[in-house]
């Protein structure tokens, strides 16, 4: 049997070195875990590991913008602050996210916190974004072009226009992503495990269809399909000229190899430490590596709203 890259990824390497932002990080002192298996609680902690993702918001803010986004906003203790810049969306992305009624939760220091009041509300609501992100391959939910370009303009009229801000999306491609594939992924920040399916892609319409299956870390209980996922694969190219439909003049595409990986689920499945992202403007002519990139790639897409000149 052949082998398959590594897929999904959630790799926690930082760019440019950055210092951990661990949003949610492993405690000796953790509250044990319950007999109920809760499929969000797992995947939080079997999945997600997003500090790698906001080391790399960091560093895309400040090259493209010019802005140190740490020290801007209330510099390194961003992230224990009761107003935290970062919030979770819950809400339907095809409508107006600039006045959104329902702010989502707040992040600080590794808790969803609801806000405390309508003034925490109002601020989170009138202000506009300095970072927009659709991580997890998100933007592979919206299956229709109208919906995915609606989206990008309702993103792009959310955004700060006036210091600049940068929306950010990942994508993933190439043969491994059109492959069927089990692969048994563990994070390395929490240790805890799951099952990555690629159960059936279609290659006329582009579509894939995945699960995820997590195991409890101390029943071994395990939820089958605990998530079901139905992508359409857009590629690089489709998604650049949707964004420059919905108004995005300066995009910048930021590719990385996937990595050798069993394919056999039995493997334990072993996070390695990943390549950093790389600009794809410092490889463009590098025939070998576009050659490596057609075996699987993931990638960050970074559109840039510039500030406002005097």
């Known amino acids: 049997m052949g082998k398959a890259k590594k897929y999904p ?5 930082h760019a440019d070195g950055a210092s951990a932002w661990r ?5 000796e002192t953790a509250a044990p875990w319950t007999g109920v298996l809760d499929r969000h609680e797992l995947y939080q902690k079997a999945v997600q590991s997003p500090a790698g993702d906001i080391s790399y918001m960091v560093k895309f803010f400040r090259q493209y913008v010019g ?3 740490g020290w801007r906003h209330n510099g390194q203790a961003m992230l224990g602050q009761a107003e935290s810049q970062l919030c979770l969306l819950e809400a339907n992305v095809l409508e107006d996210l600039s006045t959104y009624p329902n702010v989502g939760r707040a992040i600080a220091d590794g808790n969803s916190q609801e806000p405390t009041d309508q003034a925490q509300l109002d601020q989170h609501v009138s202000r506009p974004a300095d970072i927009i992100c659709a991580l997890n391959f998100s933007v592979f939910l919206l299956d229709s072009r109208q919906d995915v370009v609606k989206y990008f303009q309702l993103a792009r009229a959310a955004m700060n226009c006036e210091d600049g801000s940068i929306f950010l999306l990942d994508m993933l491609g190439g043969h491994a992503a059109e492959s069927s594939v089990k692969l048994q992924r563990q994070n390395g920040i929490t240790g805890l495990s799951y099952l990555w399916e690629q159960a059936k892609y279609d290659p006329v319409k582009r579509q894939l269809t995945c699960h995820i299956s997590l195991k409890h870390p101390q029943t071994n209980q ?4 605990a998530f079901t996922y139905h992508w359409k694969l857009w590629t690089i190219p489709e998604v650049l000229e949707m964004l420059q439909e919905a108004g995005f003049a300066e995009v910048h595409a930021w590719l990385r190899c996937m990595i050798d990986t069993a394919e056999s689920p039995e493997t334990d499945g072993q996070d390695n430490v990943e390549n950093d992202f790389e600009d794809y403007e410092a490889f463009a002519n590098d025939s070998a590596m576009l050659s490596r990139l057609s075996n699987g790639w993931t990638a960050y897409l970074v559109a840039v709203v510039q500030a406002k000149t005097m």
């Open 9 to 13: 990824s959630r790799s926690v390497k």
């Open 23 to 27: 949003l949610s990080a492993p405690s």
């Open 67 to 69: 802005l140190q986004w």
């Open 222 to 225: 395990v939820m089958k399909h």
